[in-house]
């Protein structure tokens, strides 16, 4: 079966320019959760959807960093202005629902570089 | 809050060997989850094994077992005879329950690199 699908899988862009990252959870996953992957800071959450609703936030860096997802499904994590900080994996993955028991299934990332 | 210690960065095991990576956790939440996964360099992120804090026996999936010690708050990651396609990065993670309920984030450690000798 399909696993989380992830796109672009590398992205390049100038520094101030907005980027929009997509993913695709595996079907009939109702949790989605954001992930950022960097050397100096690890593996750290962003957000978190149950459905479409985003009860947290707080993961996010600034208010430069946003996500929405629709329709129970895709979900796309939009950074504005991006700073050179930006530059990192971005690592998207789904659960069954959101119980403890529920392992997070990751996809293969978005390696964004910011020139 | 949550916090992972992986006190290895890097492991070496001969082919067919087995190799305990080391994890131990924090938290205060009444009950959790630990998990393992697994990063070969080509980046996937790869699930390996689940303990519940409340799991009487330790889990076991095919060659990975978890020595899961709750008083010690450790969750120890056992590969039995490595091959050489589990040389990889390894990272523990847990998530918790807090006060109102939610459950949903994963707190990564460091990880381990293992590498598996032939």
């Known amino acids: 079966g399909a696993g989380v699908s992830q796109s672009p899988s590398n992205k390049v862009t100038e520094k101030g320019k907005d980027v929009e990252l997509r993913c695709d959870p595996i079907?009939?996953?109702?949790?989605l959760y954001w992930y950022r992957q960097s050397l100096g800071q690890g593996l750290e959450f962003l957000i978190y959807?149950?459905?479409?609703?985003?009860?947290?936030k707080s993961g996010l860096p600034s208010d430069r960093f946003s996500a929405e997802r629709t329709g129970g499904s895709v979900s796309t994590l939009t950074i504005q202005r991006t700073q050179q900080e930006d530059s990192a994996v971005y690592l998207c993955?789904?659960?069954?629902?959101?119980?403890?028991?529920?392992?997070?299934?990751f996809g293969d990332g978005t390696r964004l570089s910011i020139l | 809050a949550q916090k992972i210690t992986q006190t290895q960065p890097g492991m070496f095991v001969q082919e067919k060997e087995a190799v305990t990576l080391d994890c131990t956790y924090d938290?205060?939440?009444?009950?959790?989850?630990l998990f393992w996964y697994k990063q070969p360099s080509s980046g996937e992120m790869i699930f390996l094994i689940y303990?519940?804090?409340?799991?009487?026996q330790n889990a076991t999936e095919g060659r990975y077992s978890l020595n899961f010690q709750k008083a010690r708050k450790s969750a120890n990651l056992v590969i039995s005879a490595s091959q050489l396609g589990d040389s990889a990065m390894y990272f523990c993670?847990?998530?918790?329950?807090?006060?109102?309920?939610?459950?949903?984030?994963?707190?990564f450690g460091k990880g381990t690199l293992l590498t598996v000798n032939p």
């Open positions: 993955a789904s659960s069954l629902g959101g119980r403890v028991n529920q392992p997070q299934h």
């Open positions: 079907s009939g996953h109702t949790a």
């Open positions: 959807f149950q459905g479409n609703s985003a009860p947290d």
């Open positions: 938290t205060s939440d009444p009950s959790y989850g």
């Open positions: 303990q519940g804090s409340y799991d009487q």
């Open positions: 993670a847990m998530r918790g329950t807090n006060s109102g309920g939610s459950n949903y984030k994963l707190t």
